[in-house]
């Protein structure tokens, strides 16, 4: 469970980079991908909280 928030750290950049980590463009490619996909996917929680929280109040 570790390595995975590990890996999810490193996709938006709040960790350093593995140095031993290959320097290819698909890869940077992918990861900016899914780096994009988790904070969509976070703004929707978000909204989806303040919508449940709106309609119970």
Do not use: E
Not at 35 to 44: D, G, N, Q, T
Not at 50 to 55: C, T
């Amino acid at each position: 469970m570790k390595s995975i928030w590990q890996q999810i750290l490193r996709y938006l950049y709040l960790r350093k980079r593995d140095p031993n980590a290959p320097h290819n463009t698909n890869i940077f490619l992918m990861h900016s991908m899914n780096r994009i996909s988790i904070l969509l996917f976070l703004v929707a929680l978000i909204v989806l909280l303040v919508r449940l929280v709106k309609h119970f109040l």
